[in-house]
């Protein structure tokens, strides 16, 4: 029988393969493949596949309503968190901001992050996510502010609200 997983109306299907599906927020699934090939359903049409399968080292990611965005991704990288590690070679800031969102105890808002797209590569401990942010913030000066009960906000130094 074929093994399926289902997250936030995300379907993957291992068609022999080893994969890891992430569940970055409430509307963000990522689906790596590192080895073999998955086959993805999205809004959990099961009967259909609805886009090409992942094969080794390829990455789909679907957020929301945007279109799935497929990438690659080197097998180390690929649930580098089962070893305690997130490893990060790279990757965009705001994917890395997400990927720790697991390990912190509040949720990130990153609306006033100025340039998400920046390029960070690292090998951060899971246990340590606190002293991984802190080295984030530090190197893309960022600020840190308590937006309410389980969230902060975080803020690019340079940033200035368009009037």
Do not use: C
């Amino acid at each position: 029988r074929p093994f399926r997983v289902l997250a936030a109306g995300v379907e993957a299907q291992a068609l022999g393969t080893e994969f890891v599906v992430s569940k970055l927020d409430f509307e963000s699934v990522e689906i790596s493949v590192r080895e073999g090939i998955v086959g993805v359903g999205l809004g959990g049409a099961s009967e259909g596949l609805a886009v090409k399968p992942l094969e080794a080292e390829e990455v789909l990611l679907v957020d929301g309503d945007a279109p799935a965005q497929r990438g690659r991704r080197s097998v180390d990288e690929i649930g580098s968190w089962v070893d305690e590690v997130l490893l990060f070679d790279q990757r965009g800031l705001g994917e890395v901001l997400k990927a720790l969102q697991p390990y912190l105890g509040y949720r990130i808002d990153t609306a006033m992050v100025i340039d998400l797209d920046r390029p960070v590569s690292g090998t951060f401990l899971t246990h340590r996510a606190e002293e991984a942010l802190a080295v984030l913030m530090q190197t893309y000066h960022l600020e840190m502010r308590a937006r309410g009960r389980g969230w902060v906000e975080l803020q690019s130094a340079s940033y200035s609200p368009a009037r």
